[in-house]
């Protein structure tokens, strides 16, 4: 079913480049076909009426544990990338297959095959039949690959194929069952914690093979000063290294932690206020490309535990476009680089022709109104769960229509 | 008197304390973090008339006569079970010990349906111990009546921190009131992962000690000097000055993978003999919350040490100070005078 032809009008575009134009977008064929002039409407366009409102790509969301579909289009979300992480892990085709056919047609899934059997760490998993299957990327989940020698094999192999790996930065030797990162905060309250250091450890490592091997690593959460600083200079020799981090990070150090507060325990966890700062700082200077929301739904059953016992993880997707724009009206970034973080960047990282409103690309488009205030409930979210440590925050930001590939989602 | 006794603050020595409820608004006790200075020493002196009721023959008072507790251990425990079992039955309230290798948990019930289970029979009081950090303050959000933290994972184990000062101050032959303004007092064993060391640090600061903690670097928290200590990975610099040695076991349990390369080489570095225990001050008194590793962080001659042993008077004291915690904590519901019920959120 092709959508009918769409003009959106009185927007103001937030093109790949330089300040929001105002000026008309239309689609044809679930495509953008013309911007500006060109984009006049015709006999039997849908015409919307954005009333000054941003109009942005749709949001791709690199690195989510659920696909929840209301979530997301509460968010802005139009494509998401799948962790592998899943019960059982997406190792195989057919899973693969299987989840990237799972939100068609109003929400597209971008599978992250698992690199290795079970994401075991061991063995390679059949990555290039997996990328048959609809495998955007391979991701090691929210492991670490400890066997050097695995992980030099893996992504020589990827490199060959050109799948993006997507890795997760803790030395596991070093964090074992740490739920904190070693500090006042961890120390005071008793809990299993790591020094931040293990990631920068692992930054450096899985950098130093990506350099060796010419292969395409994209480190999903850095957010210590540290592996900041790594990855600043890998990304200066010309490492194919990319960066991203959740708006938890920047929003949050581990004094959150302060009466066990599970909604705050995140993997990575939270950090201390100075590893914060370098986050934004690196957001600002562009050693981070990417935030996205990390969505982890989870009920009651995995979070109303001790802090240790309790799962990782946050319902994101409402927050991640509000809590980025704080990042604008502090200004840290632009409006233009928001969104380079929240889509332009991560659809480019997964090779999908949208995250960008340029002639051609996918109509998965956004009006937004970047300053339109509401707060987050989390007993009255859209997620399957409301496990969000943003509960009673005031915010900014909302989606006003969503459209995926031209037609409008409700 | 002991010899070199610290000087007790001279406020503390007054024992006035804010008019009835006021004196300890808690409803729980789930940390020493969570208490004021008065309201620790308010438990001390609670717990000096129960020591001299311990040491009768009849030893019954009937306060809490009528009153259920329940001993909700998640963990395993011989002596701190044992010893609130005695504090509830010498209160004269009717005591339940729920051991979790023959409950529910083991069927997979979360802790969150057995704490409202437990809150269903209409306990007086719960006294917990758990194994994960954090787990004693979960169950206290979820149900009506007082909660005691009987050792929740790494984070605290309050009761202990408090017989371990009242051991020391009657050792000290301070009186009732008295604070521990100056003492030195040096921890040393697994800090890491000692909820023990967590309390007492707490509690001997909030008194006015100066406390030190030595371990080997991997068994020391980061950052622990801001909870107030000095740090020490050299045992026999520790102990200079010492006036108490409070010594930890290893808690093998706790670890994963290795901490140390073999209980031989940790007595060697961090095993109190009387060698050892010579480089404290001439009179040092040793302090251990038990179990102990006889051969590994403490010598048989030193833990049996009539004169500067106080391991058997911290487990009497103990009964006391827990009897303490339970009449105090146990009073709104029982409606004693001036202990009006807890408005509004849990403190």
């Keep these: ?410 | 008197m002991h010899p070199s006794n610290p000087t007790p603050s001279p406020d503390s020595l007054t024992r006035r304390y804010p008019a009835g409820g006021l004196a300890f608004p808690h409803r729980d006790l789930t940390g020493i973090g969570q208490l004021a200075r008065h309201e620790i020493l308010y438990l001390l002196d609670e717990a000096e008339p129960w020591v001299e009721l311990n040491r009768q023959s009849q030893k019954r008072a009937d306060l809490l006569s009528g009153l259920t507790i329940i001993n909700a251990f998640f963990e395993n425990s011989t002596r701190t079970l044992l010893s609130f079992e005695i504090a509830g039955k010498r209160l004269g309230a009717d005591v339940v010990n729920m051991h979790a290798a023959t409950s529910s948990v083991k069927k997979g019930e979360t802790l969150i349906d057995t704490a409202m289970t437990l809150n269903a029979m209409r306990a007086d009081a719960i006294v917990i111990r758990h194994a994960s950090s954090g787990a004693v303050r979960l169950i206290a959000e979820k149900v009506d009546c007082p909660v005691l933290n009987a050792g929740d994972g790494q984070h605290e184990h309050p009761t202990q921190a408090l017989l371990d000062a009242l051991t020391i101050r009657h050792a000290m032959g301070l009186p009732p009131g008295s604070d521990l303004n100056g003492l030195r007092v040096t921890i040393c064993g697994d800090i890491l992962h000692s909820r023990v060391a967590r309390s007492n640090i707490l509690s001997l600061t909030a008194l006015g000690a100066e406390v030190s903690v030595c371990a080997p670097p991997a068994l020391m928290p980061a950052e622990i000097e801001v909870m107030g200590v000095k740090v020490f990975h050299d045992f026999d610099a520790a102990l200079k000055g010492a006036q108490v040695v409070m010594m930890l076991r290893l808690q093998m349990e706790r670890m994963q993978g290795q901490f140390i390369p073999s209980p031989r080489e940790y007595r060697h570095l961090y095993g109190l003999s009387l060698e050892r225990l010579a480089r404290a001050e001439p009179d040092a008194l040793v302090m251990h919350p038990g179990p102990m590793n006889r051969g590994v962080e403490i010598d048989s001659q030193v833990a049996d040490h009539v004169e500067r042993s106080l391991i058997t008077r911290q487990v009497e004291r103990g009964v006391a100070i827990r009897m303490a915690c339970l009449e105090v904590l146990t009073r709104r519901a029982r409606q004693v005078p001036g202990w009006a019920p807890l408005g509004g959120d849990r403190a």
């Design chain 1, 1 to 410: 079913m092709t959508p009918q032809p769409l003009v959106i009008i009185n927007g103001r575009l937030v093109l790949p480049q330089g300040e929001p134009l105002a000026a008309p977008l239309r689609c044809v064929g679930g495509r953008i076909v013309a911007i500006g002039d060109d984009a006049q409407a015709q006999d039997g366009d849908s015409v919307f009426d954005a009333r000054g409102a941003l109009v942005t790509p749709g949001l791709v969301d690199l690195g989510v544990f659920a696909i929840d579909k209301p979530a997301f289009h509460f968010g802005g979300i139009t494509r998401a990338a799948l962790m592998p992480d899943q019960a059982p892990p997406l190792d195989h085709p057919a899973r693969v297959r299987f989840a990237a056919q799972s939100g068609k047609p109003d929400f597209w899934v971008h599978p992250l095959a698992a690199a290795t059997r079970g994401l075991e760490g061991t063995e390679l998993a059949e990555l290039a039949l997996m990328r048959e299957a609809g495998a955007r990327a391979v991701s090691t989940g929210r492991r670490w690959i400890a066997d050097s020698g695995v992980m030099l094999r893996l992504l020589s192999y990827c490199a060959m194929l050109d799948l993006v790996v997507v890795t997760h930065a803790e030395d596991a030797g070093i964090t074992g069952s740490a739920v904190a990162t070693a500090g006042e905060v961890a120390t005071r309250l008793g809990l299993p914690s790591a020094p931040a250091e293990a990631e920068a450890l692992a930054v450096a490592r899985d950098c130093a093979l990506a350099e060796m091997t010419g292969a395409r690593l994209h480190i999903r959460q850095v957010t210590t000063a540290r592996a900041l600083d790594l990855v600043r200079e890998a990304k200066a020799r010309g490492v194919q290294v990319t960066a991203g981090v959740t708006p938890a990070h920047f929003m949050l150090s581990d004094l959150e932690l302060v009466d066990f507060r599970t909604f705050c325990r995140f993997s990575p966890p939270l950090r201390a206020d100075a590893d914060r700062k370098a986050v934004i700082a690196a957001l600002a200077d562009g050693t981070i490309d990417v935030v996205s929301s990390g969505h982890d739904p989870r009920g009651p059953e995995d979070k109303r535990l001790p802090f240790a016992d309790a799962e990782p993880g946050m319902a994101g997707a409402e927050t991640l476009l509000p809590l980025t724009l704080t990042l604008v009206r502090d200004g840290v970034i632009d409006v233009t680089r928001a969104f380079t973080l929240l889509a332009g960047n991560p659809a480019a990282l997964l090779g999908v022709n949208a995250g960008r409103l340029v002639v051609g690309a996918e109509a998965d488009l956004a009006v937004v109104s970047p300053d339109r205030p509401w707060v987050v409930n989390s007993d009255k979210m859209a997620a399957s769960a409301g496990n969000t440590p943003f509960d009673r925050r005031p915010v900014e930001g909302r989606v006003l229509a969503l459209w995926k590939g031209g037609a409008r989602i409700d």
